[in-house]
């Protein structure tokens, strides 16, 4: 074998991203009224008539803005924001700031919160819809990058995603993965986060996250965050959602995932599964009504996952129940496109599902650098990646921690042609799996698997497949 690992250079990942114009109109926003003269929503409306960037300047500063509509920005030009510690709430379900034509949106020092007390009891109403912080709809004909830059900016109380980023014609109903459906345009989008906290929202709908990104069309995801606190999110804490041609490319730093991914809370609907919710069969013995139907009658039926598997002649092979529960980071890069990552010094504790999951369908590669993480008693996987079609798994972890997380500690996953490499730098795993598999890698067709060990104490131990292990 000639297999190495290699390391990528998070200064590769994401490209830096300009500065917020230095040449723009400057609106100042004088009063903390929702609404007239002076006030931010007419500050919004005034730049939206504006063909150059504006900065919106709020000058009364570490008050609260009560709105009962939400706060909308129709221009095209690019918007910064700057908040100087001030609140944008409101008591009432809705979106508190939209964009509609912009590609280009900066917010500085501001923050939204919602009225909270969501729960799967306590659903948002309306037509379907839900409130976000923060929702920016990428026009259709956009090109180039799409940006959004925060800085000190907290989200709370949103019924539906804390920050949502849409480039799909399906909007809400966009889905993920290999259900990437929809159409986007053609331009990339370009995350930059530095101190920002998303913190209890999306309870009041199902797959609500902390922050969404959906990509359709050609473009690629970048996403850069330093001092980002994710806690207590109903859906993922962050998901970036690449649906067609484009990498996903993530950089983060001093993070915090705490305690995502609990909408479909296990507790209550646990009641509703089936009394047998898991079952084999031999071919030609089992008709497909005769196995427990979709689930109905719990307080969200969009919570329970149910898979069938049939036999050539229509009768049931297997079926199985589960609750959707959700992950601290999930990315999910679907067609041609790798996913990048590196990932510095970060904590991923008590999630619903996975800490990070990370999935890659269509040809590219994965290729994630993991250094100082810790990773506990999430009720899946600490880390998790899985590559499903023709590309290679480049995974290196240095300094991590995986302790006493419900599955394994690191699992890396390859299930076609390609080749695995693994490197475990400095790593430590134990109680992982009830104690039983703290790193598992798996290579499934050709190709080639290595998992080097340098310095590192698997104490619940190693399990490969179709990979030799190296150790130092």
């Known amino acids: 074998m000639n297999l190495k690992p290699r390391l990528l250079a998070s200064a590769a990942l994401v490209g830096s991203l300009a500065a917020a114009p230095a040449v723009a109109d400057t609106i100042l926003v004088t009063t903390l009224a929702a609404e007239g003269e002076g006030s931010l929503a007419a500050a919004l409306d005034a730049a939206a008539t504006s063909n150059e960037p504006s900065i919106v300047m709020i000058t009364e500063g570490s008050g609260e803005i009560a709105l009962t509509e939400g706060l909308v920005y129709t221009g095209a030009a690019p918007l910064t924001i700057i908040g100087n510690g001030t609140i944008v709430s409101s008591a009432e379900d809705l979106t508190l700031l939209t964009t509609t034509a912009t590609q280009e949106l900066n917010i500085l020092g501001l923050a939204f919160t919602g009225p909270g007390g969501w729960s799967i009891e306590n659903r948002a109403d309306g037509d379907g819809t839900a409130g976000k912080g923060i929702f920016m709809d990428v026009p259709d004909d956009a090109d180039g990058t799409v940006i959004l830059r925060l800085t000190e900016v907290l989200v709370r109380g949103v019924a539906s995603h804390g920050i949502h980023i849409s480039d799909c014609t399906l909007a809400d109903e966009c889905g993920g993965g290999s259900g990437g459906a929809g159409e986007g345009s053609a331009a990339s989008i370009a995350l930059d986060l530095n101190e920002v906290v998303i913190e209890d929202v999306g309870f009041g709908r199902f797959d609500s996250d902390g922050l969404r990104v959906d990509e359709r069309g050609e473009g690629s995801i970048q996403f850069r965050g330093v001092s980002v606190t994710v806690r207590n999110v109903g859906a993922d804490g962050i998901e970036l959602d690449e649906g067609q041609a484009g990498n996903v490319e993530a950089d983060i730093l001093h993070s915090t995932f705490l305690e995502n991914g609990a909408y479909c809370l296990p507790e209550l609907l646990e009641a509703f599964m089936p009394e047998v919710d898991e079952a084999e069969f031999d071919e030609g013995t089992t008709a497909a009504d005769a196995i427990p139907g979709p689930v109905t009658g719990s307080p969200d039926d969009a919570c329970f996952e149910r898979e069938v598997d049939l036999y050539d002649d229509g009768t049931v092979e297997a079926y199985e129940f589960g609750i959707d529960v959700d992950d601290g980071f999930d990315i999910d890069e679907a067609g041609p496109g790798s996913l990048l990552g590196s990932f510095t010094v970060a904590e991923m504790s008590g999630n619903l599902d996975e800490g990070f999951d990370f999935d890659e369908e269509g040809p590219g590669d994965i290729d994630v650098v993991f250094t100082g993480i810790s990773g506990a008693e999430n009720t899946d996987d600490a880390i998790k990646l899985s590559e499903e079609d023709q590309g290679d798994v480049y995974l290196v972890a240095t300094g991590v921690e995986a302790i006493s997380n419900g599955g394994v500690g690191i699992v890396a996953e390859e299930a076609d042609d390609g080749s695995i490499s693994v490197?475990?730098?400095?790593?430590?795993?134990?109680?992982?799996?009830?104690?039983?598999?703290?790193?598992?890698?798996?290579?499934?067709?050709?190709?080639?698997?290595?998992?080097?060990?340098i310095d590192s104490e698997i104490a619940d131990g190693i399990d490969t497949d179709g990979a030799a292990i190296d150790v130092d």
């Open 423 to 453: 490197a475990l730098l400095g790593v430590a795993t134990v109680g992982n799996d009830d104690g039983e598999l703290g790193v598992e890698v798996v290579q499934e067709d050709a190709g080639e698997g290595i998992v080097y060990v």
